[in-house]
Every structure is written in structure tokens, then in C-alpha cells.
């Protein structure tokens, strides 16, 4: 391997680890924020002036990168300052150039941007669009700064560049180059997909991945992601529910996903057939009873650990049932729930999931 291909190697991970920093480069401080920590100041007590700083110096060192590439290739004596220009490729003629040229229109978008007290700024065109009563930009953004510094705020990191803040009354979303803001009071939020990943081929748990559409009548709308864990602390937050779009399979937390895998897994089992007169399930008393427990699964080696016959008659519908059993599993054993056991409420008898039969004149 040539030192040249290894410094390449080297100076793209970097550049990216700049741009896109993984929990590693932010654990060592290798981040930007980090290093320029005494200029942009306290994120905690000036929330909104910290973003736009942090935009500036972003704008900035991201268009300063291809240029530092050019001239450290020159400094360890990779390519020589005449063939920087003349006697090379086009490709490579067209990359210097440019590499000279976008620091400097980031400069003159800097210039821009800062301009008339930051009007062009785009996190400042976001505010803008919330002063009310001819207002300064500058009013809106103490109001965020002042909610900002409270304790009740949620933040939610969705990838090592992105955030999601929710204070009382605003809805924020963290980019590195700009801030999405809406008031609480006119946006709406929708979930619109959700997207499953199995983090591993061992484990059938799944993440879940929601994109989340904020639409509001003044500002553009956008879209923030979040993990379904993080759904119930941001809807805490809100001062409205967020809607989920009917389309879009998403279970609100563990239980409910359990209960759908559980019921799932019972709708597969043989039936059963009772012509005996029930009362209401002994659980909820608001429906009929729909299951009965009766020994299905085949035994398994380890004597002792077998499920046993229960004999009593169906009391339960087959949500309580449902609730019954996850409320005797270990809660961080989530793997194991589907496949452990439980014991009948009445005569203790041992059932697992393959021992729930419905009964045969409950529809699906
Ligand atoms: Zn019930
Ligand atoms: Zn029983
Ligand atoms: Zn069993």
C-alpha cells in the first residue's frame, strides 16, 4: 500500500468523521463543536444564537476540506505545486479550482447570511416567520432560549448530526447547517412510516424506525426520525397527541407489540369446541370469553418443565390472557417471552403460546 493511497484513506475518514461524526470521534471530542467550543459559546443559555454560529463555522470548515486535502498532498510532498495546475488532468484541474473556489463563496454565503442582522440566515428566516406584532426575530428567539434552559425539555439525538427538541411551547429540529421551528400551537404531527431493522440474525427483536411529519400553517413542513422507543417521551411533551396514519404499522410500546404477536401465534392453533353456557371474561367482565387452555405443545426433554392439562372451563378472553402472561415474564428477557411459559390464573396448570386454542365460534 502506498503512503499516498493510505493518506487518502486516512483523509476521507476524517473528512467524514468531521461531517457525520460516530459516537467514537464524539467520545474522543473530535468533533467541531468541541474544538471551537469558546467561540460558539453555551448552547444551554443561547440556544438559538449557539445553531447559528454553529452554521456558520460548519458552512465554513466543510467548504475548507477539499482545499486542506490539496494542500497537505503538497506539503508531504504527494504532488508538486507546478503540477498542481498545468500538467495534470482535467478532472484534477477542475477539482483544484474548485477547491480554491468554494471557500470562498461559502465566505460570500457567510456574508450573506449575516448581513442586515442575520436576515438571510436560514434559521433566522424560520423565526421570522413567528414574529408576530412587527416583533424582531430576536424576540422569538429568547422565547425558544428561555424554554430551552428549563428541565422538562426532551432531546432526542436521531443520528450523530440530527436532534429533536420539544420544549412547552416549540417543536425544534437540530440540523447542522440550519434549525426547523414550529410553534406547538398550529402543528400537527403524523406519523407516516414506520420502518423495521433487525439489528441481528440471532435476535427476533426488531428497532423501529418512525418518520414523523410536522406540518404547521406557517413554516414548511418537515420530518423527523425517531426510534419507537423515543415515541412515548415526545408525545409526553407535546400539548397535542400524534397521530398515527392508519397505513402505518406501529406499535406504541412492548406491550402492545407483544399482544399482537401473542394473539397472531393463537389464531394458529387448532380451535376449540365447547357447547356449555359462559359467563363474562373474569378479567376485563366486558366480553365473552374466547380461549381455552388445553395441553398441545410436545414435551420436552427436561422433565418438570412440561406444560400441564388445565381443566377448567374458558374464562378469559384473550386479551386478559394475553396481559396475564406478560405480566408473569421477566421484563428484560424480552427475547424469551413468545417461547417461556405461564400458569393458569385458576389451577396453576402450566401453558405456553401453543396451548391457547380460541374457541371456535369466535370470528377472527
Ligand atoms: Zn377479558
Ligand atoms: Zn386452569
Ligand atoms: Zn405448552
Known amino acids: ?60 470548515i466543510y467548504s475548507c476540506l477539499p482545499a486542506i486535502y490539496i494542500d497537505l498532498m503538497y506539503l508531504l510532498g504527494f504532488v508538486e505545486l507546478y503540477s498542481l495546475f498545468v500538467d495534470t488532468t482535467t478532472f484534477w484541474k477542475i477539482f483544484v479550482t474548485s477547491s480554491i473556489a468554494i471557500p470562498f463563496l461559502a465566505l460570500y454565503e457567510i456574508k450573506r447570511w449575516t448581513d442586515n442582522n442575520f436576515q438571510n440566515h436560514p434559521i433566522v428566516r424560520n423565526l421570522t416567520k413567528y414574529c408576530n406584532n412587527n416583533n424582531s426575530w430576536e424576540a422569538v428567539a429568547s422565547d425558544i432560549e428561555n424554554e430551552f434552559r428549563r428541565l422538562e425539555i426532551v432531546s432526542i439525538r436521531t443520528n450523530p448530526i440530527v436532534k429533536v427538541v420539544v420544549t412547552e411551547n416549540w417543536i425544534i429540529k437540530v440540523c447542522p447547517l440550519t434549525l426547523f421551528v414550529t410553534h406547538q400551537s398550529d402543528a400537527t404531527l403524523d406519523v407516516k412510516e414506520a420502518t423495521n431493522y433487525h439489528l441481528s440474525h440471532i435476535s427476533p427483536s426488531e428497532t423501529q424506525f418512525l418518520n414523523i411529519e410536522v406540518k404547521s400553517g406557517r413554516v414548511e413542513p418537515f420530518t423527523i426520525r425517531i426510534n419507537s422507543n423515543e415515541f412515548q417521551d415526545l408525545e409526553d411533551r407535546l400539548a397535542r397527541s400524534i397521530n398515527v396514519l392508519p397505513e402505518v404499522k406501529f406499535h406504541k410500546n412492548i406491550t402492545e407489540q407483544f399482544l399482537e404477536v401473542f394473539s397472531e401465534t393463537v389464531k394458529k392453533n387448532p380451535r376449540y369446541h365447547t357447547d356449555i353456557e359462559l359467563d363474562q371474561c373474569i378479567g376485563c367482565l366486558q366480553t365473552r370469553p374466547s380461549i381455552k387452555l388445553q395441553k398441545q405443545c410436545p414435551d420436552n426433554e427436561v422433565p418438570g418443565r412440561n406444560c400441564s392439562n388445565c381443566f377448567c372451563r374458558p374464562m378469559w378472553c384473550l386479551d386478559c390472557i394475553t396481559k396475564w402472561f406478560l405480566s408473569r415474564q421477566e421484563p428484560e428477557q424480552k427475547n424469551q417471552w413468545l417461547s417461556s411459559k405461564c400458569t393458569c390464573p385458576m389451577c396453576r396448570a402450566t401453558f405456553c403460546v401453543l396451548d391457547v386454542s380460541l374457541l371456535d365460534d369466535i370470528e377472527e
Open 1 to 60: 500500500m502506498s503512503s499516498e493511497f493510505i493518506f487518502n484513506l486516512f483523509y476521507l475518514l476524517l473528512s467524514f468523521g468531521l461531517i457525520y461524526p460516530p459516537a467514537e470521534f464524539i467520545s474522543a471530542g473530535f468533533t467541531i463543536q468541541n474544538w471551537f467550543g469558546t467561540i460558539l459559546g453555551s448552547e444551554k443559555e443561547r440556544f438559538v444564537k449557539y445553531h447559528i454560529k454553529k452554521s456558520i463555522l460548519n458552512l465554513f
